[in-house]
Nanobody, 120 residues
């Protein structure tokens, strides 16, 4: 079955950086667009960044220029480098495959996520 395991979150001051990782298994990782999503208390889960199987990337406007998504198909892992963090980036971050050409998550099951907290 599909397994997604996120890691790398933590507490950081505004302006700082974090690098998140997501290890995937149970499907052919290299075939899928992968993405990062986040959810803050009281809010819907939202799309953050995506990377196609060919390596093209796209981002939510709120993180463009600050976050960078990348992938390592040999390790079945997707990364999110987050720079210039803001308090409004505080959320639980999740990864998932993404329906091609969209910001819609592909799999119905999610990992446990990783908490990112940015202090002002």
């Amino acid at each position: 079955q599909v397994q997604l395991v996120e890691s790398g979150g933590g507490l950081v001051q505004a302006g700082g950086s974090l690098r998140l990782s997501c290890a995937a298994s149970g499907y052919i990782f290299s075939f899928y667009t992968m993405g990062w999503f986040r959810q803050s208390p009281g809010k819907e889960r939202e799309f953050v960044a995506g990377i196609t199987s060919g390596g093209d990337t796209y981002y939510a406007d709120s993180v463009k220029g600050r976050f960078t998504i990348s992938r390592d198909n040999a390790k079945a892992t997707v990364y999110l480098q987050m720079n210039s963090l803001k308090p409004e980036d505080t959320a639980v971050y999740y990864c998932n495959a993404v329906v091609a050409g969209s910001t819609t998550p592909h799999f119905s099951s999610w990992g446990q996520g990783t908490q990112v907290t940015v202090s002002s």
